[in-house]
């Protein structure tokens, strides 16, 4: 009897502090990834939990680094290490021989946490955040998962800011970024989450409605051989040439930035119809043009008259 | 056992509940919201930009080529041309003419950003390598070593933003060093752009870049903090439509998005604070356009028990302001950072002479301060000698009193003043000038 009640004691225990576990064999990141500051072109960066090692006597989780650009091309971005210290509920990142604290879920509001910049090999070279709010998200199964709303307190180039959930981490990236270098590729925000115990789609991935391993391709940069608008940009006015064999042009639409109709025409009649648009601001315009079996989208840009 | 194991599981369901309410829960409702400093821009929204004379930056082109001249941008006067009118007109045509901003907002419209670019030089190198634009993180570092720090004619050129402007693939990329260098900027696609006259497209790019460099940060999100809190945050929706639903468009330069044409005026005042020298090296690139000059304090001359704000106007941006009362006993706020101060005093009884200051700071080009004058709540008794203001007021005034010597009170050409007062007295000495004006009130003031 004493061994039955011990045997439950402890699996008492392992109910209440050991249900949360990060990184499980398998577990899988999903972070959109942005190829530039002004196109769609859209792929995803994959972080994948593959085994585990002990490093300093640590158990550890090796998570593996995947790009996956908008044409689908993958490329292997090397692994990353990391910690989670259940009696402490802190979670660790290896870097340079040492490791460093990522998540604290031990702070309440006001607290500071400090986190290593990932690229420096100086020990001070750090980003700090303030605890804004802590609170608590219920998941399927009754899963209750411990939430952080923090925020870089200090000017510093890398940032590590927003929601942060237990098991899932920072809902921006899993690790501090370097905000310059999204200009040039950015991996950020989380789409989803999954592992044996908890599925998430993020909110902000949510609005688009899209699966996790979704890549979308810039239109403007989908080159429509058979069918063409020039010059774009343009000043004055732009020509669509139809070269499509057979077909013909059923309607023309063009909405400007913000999805707003600006004109309409039906069946335009020459192979080279030309679009006069001298009244229009300069800016960003989309052109819809429908033949009898396809859509076609055009991204146009109206330039400054001066040139 | 029945009895035994039912008490354990109650036990066990005891213990999770008691678990989990030990968790603390905090309001969410603004968990973004930035403290007040004297660097929060959010306190200086009521500067007026038209009141600051246009700050001029220098920039530089660095142009990367092939070595076999083959898919490069020309060196030629034609493309100098483009360069050196074309891309710098467009460039400075998103600085003086923004519009207003797509998403909700706190900010008033700005359309002069009051910051324009002129181009100090254009260079062209040969390397195949960094012809092909890089993401990694040392391309910019290297650029900047090879062809600015260990060139001869160009490691001199420090007073200049470098820009480096390279090929790859369809899509355009860019990237600046850090917030407030001045050090490099990349940016990709220049000969695709050039080839079919698109200014558009390497304008929005060369302009958030430079917004980096001027102390802007993405506005994207709540990952990334921007320091200012009329810059909102968007779902994730870098294009509309792009993908397909998406909504709503922001149009900040410093977000993600098609057009990129509008600026708060919280960012405004980032970049004139970084230009001023406030953060950064980026100062040192600015040729013309700073002019020291104190605002005028705006506010009543008499402050009753209901407190009194003293606004400021012509303000430049980017300038920051602390402000001070004295003497410090007769007020219950005595400091604060913002560009107006509202006062209290510090009780119905307090009355007599007090004095409102605030110190202007222009980061490296020093301080300078403007000081008004002010008369707090009841006075009994006023002995006026020289008008240093334009309302007076007590229960009794005497004018000039017997305190004054000499035994004079002029009121000079073009001033105005008023007494209020129960009961004023006039003695010899008293004096209007041709052009001064003065007027008597028995009601109104501090009752």
Redesign the interface.
């Known amino acids: 009897m004493k061994i039955f009640?011990v045997f439950?004691l402890i699996l008492?225990s392992c109910?209440?502090f050991g249900q949360i576990s990060w990184a499980p064999i398998g577990a899988e990141w999903y972070y959109?990834y942005?190829?530039?500051?002004?196109?769609?072109?859209?792929g995803y960066y994959l972080l994948k939990s593959i085994k585990d090692t002990i490093i300093d006597s640590k158990e550890c989780k090796v998570l593996s680094r995947t790009l996956v650009n908008s044409k689908g091309i993958s490329f292997n971005d090397g692994q990353s290490v990391i910690y989670y210290n259940s009696l402490e509920n802190k979670i660790f990142r290896y870097l340079f021989d040492n490791f460093y604290l990522l998540y604290d879920f031990t702070k309440?509001?006001g607290d500071t946490i400090v986190i290593k910049e990932p690229?420096s090999t100086i020990s001070y070279d750090s980003i700090v955040t303030v605890v804004?709010?802590?609170?608590?998200e219920t998941f399927p199964d009754n899963i209750?998962l411990?939430l952080l709303?923090v925020?870089?307190?200090e000017?510093s180039?890398f940032?590590?800011?927003?929601?942060i959930i237990e098991k899932i981490g920072?809902?921006?990236?899993m690790f501090p970024?370097?905000?310059?270098?999204?200009?040039?590729?950015c991996s950020?925000?989380l789409r989803c989450y999954n592992d044996d115990q908890v599925n998430f789609v993020s909110?902000?991935?949510d609005?688009?409605?899209?699966p996790c391993d979704?890549v979308?391709t810039?239109?403007s940069?989908v080159k429509t051989a058979d069918l063409s608008v020039y010059?774009?940009?343009f000043t004055n006015s732009f020509t669509i040439k139809n070269g499509i064999h057979g077909e013909r042009i059923l309607s023309i639409d063009l909405f400007d930035?913000?999805?707003k109709p600006i004109l309409h025409e039906d069946h335009p009649l020459s192979k080279d119809h030309e679009i006069n648009f001298c009244n229009y601001p300069?800016?960003?315009y989309?052109l819809k043009i429908k033949t009898g079996s396809k859509t076609f989208t055009f991204?146009l840009?109206k330039?400054?008259n001066?040139? | 056992m029945k009895k035994l194991t039912f008490t354990i599981i109650l036990f066990i369901i005891i213990k999770v509940s008691i678990g989990q309410s030990n968790f603390e829960c905090y309001t969410l409702e603004d968990p973004y919201e930035k403290s007040a400093t004297c660097n929060n821009w959010n306190n200086y929204s009521a500067v007026d930009p038209n009141n600051t004379p246009i700050k001029t930056v220098r920039i530089t082109f660095h142009i990367l080529q092939k070595a076999n001249f083959t898919g490069n941008f020309p060196d030629n006067s034609t493309s100098r041309n483009w360069l050196s009118v074309n891309l710098m007109n467009a460039i400075n045509g998103r600085m003086g003419s923004r519009q207003s901003m797509n998403l909700p907002t706190s900010s008033p419209a700005i359309a002069d950003c009051r910051i324009r670019f002129t181009l100090a030089n254009i260079y062209f190198w040969q390397n195949d390598t960094d012809w092909s634009f890089q993401i990694t993180d040392s391309y910019g570092d290297n650029l900047y070593t090879k062809y600015v720090t260990s060139q001869a004619g160009v490691a001199n050129k420090t007073n200049s933003i470098h820009i480096f402007m390279s090929e790859n693939d369809a899509i355009r990329h860019g990237r600046a060093n850090n917030f407030g260098s001045k050090d490099w900027i990349t940016s990709s696609r220049i000969y695709s752009d050039y080839l079919i006259n698109d200014t558009y497209g390497p304008a929005s790019i060369i302009s958030h870049e430079l917004g980096h460099a001027m102390g802007l940060h993405h506005t994207w999100s709540s990952f990334d903090n921007d320091f200012c809190n009329d810059t909102p945050t968007n779902p994730n929706c870098w294009n509309v439509n792009e993908p397909t639903g998406c909504t709503p468009l922001s149009n900040n330069i410093m977000d993600y998005n098609a057009n990129q044409n509008a600026l708060t005026i919280c960012q405004i005042n980032r970049m004139h604070y970084f230009l001023l020298g406030g953060q950064g090296n980026i100062s040192d690139c600015v040729i013309s356009g700073v002019s020291v000059q104190n605002p005028a304090i705006v506010g009543p001359d008499l402050i009753c028990s209901t407190g009194a704000t003293y606004t400021l106007s012509n303000l430049q941006l980017g300038v920051t302001s602390t402000w001070n009362t004295s003497p410090t006993n007769f007020f219950q706020n005595n400091t604060g950072c913002s560009n107006f101060a509202s006062i209290l005093p510090i009780s119905s009884s307090v009355g007599g002479a007090g004095q409102v200051s605030f110190i202007f700071d222009w980061q490296k080009y020093g301080t300078s301060s403007t000081s008004k004058n002010l008369w707090v709540g009841k006075v009994n008794q006023l002995d006026i000698c020289t008008f240093d203001r334009n309302v007076y007021q007590a229960d009794n005034i005497f004018s000039p009193g017997t305190s004054c010597q000499p035994m004079s009170a002029i009121i000079s050409n073009g001033k105005s003043v008023t007494m209020i007062g129960g009961a004023i007295t006039l003695n010899g000495g008293f004096e209007v000038q041709l052009g001064g004006t003065f007027e008597v009130k028995n009601t109104g003031g501090c009752q």
Request: proline share 4%; with cysteine; hydrophobic share 35%.
């Open positions: 009640l439950i008492n109910l209440v959109n942005r190829e530039g500051v002004q196109t769609s072109a859209t309440t509001a690229n804004d709010s802590v609170g608590i209750q411990k709303y925020r870089s307190v000017e180039k940032n590590f800011g927003g929601k920072n809902l921006g990236f970024f370097n905000s310059l270098a999204c200009d040039a590729g950020l925000p909110q902000e991935h609005v688009v409605q899209v979704f979308y810039d239109a940069l010059p774009n940009p930035l913000y999805g300069v800016g960003l989309y991204k840009i330039n400054n001066i040139q």
